[in-house]
């Protein structure tokens, strides 16, 4: 079965930085996108950053200039650089992937990592 396992996360405070990676592993025919939606406490899953198998980049407006994606595709791995953090940015963040698991797959479907906290201290 398909797995995307994050590392990374952690308490920081306010103009600081992190680094979050995920790695999917498993039976995998190809990868058509990996990114990263976070979910703060009464607020609902948000998009944070997309990345495709061809290198085009989607970034949520609140992160443009500040967050940095980007993918190995031959290791099935994305991370997402995280500079000059906010307490806004405060959520639980989750790698994303729509993939094929074999090549007579019609589309994509999504998978979900578990999750990692990212708290940042005013």
């Known amino acids: 079965q398909v797995q995307l396992v994050e590392s990374g996360g952690g308490l920081v405070q306010a103009g600081g930085s992190l680094r979050l990676s995920c790695a999917a592993s498993?039976?995998?025919?190809?990868?058509?996108?990996m990114g990263w939606y976070r979910q703060a406490p009464g607020k609902q899953r948000e998009l944070v950053a997309t990345?495709?198998?061809?290198?085009?980049?989607n970034y949520a407006d609140s992160v443009k200039g500040r967050f940095t994606i980007s993918r190995d595709n031959a290791k099935n791995t994305v991370s997402l650089q995280m500079n000059s953090l906010e307490p806004e940015d405060t959520a639980v963040y989750y790698c994303h992937a729509n993939l094929r698991t074999t090549w007579y797959d019609s589309y994509s479907n999504p998978y979900w990592g578990q999750g990692t906290q990212v708290t940042v201290s005013s």
């Open positions: 498993g039976r995998i025919f190809s990868i058509n996108a």
């Open positions: 990345v495709i198998t061809g290198g085009s980049t």
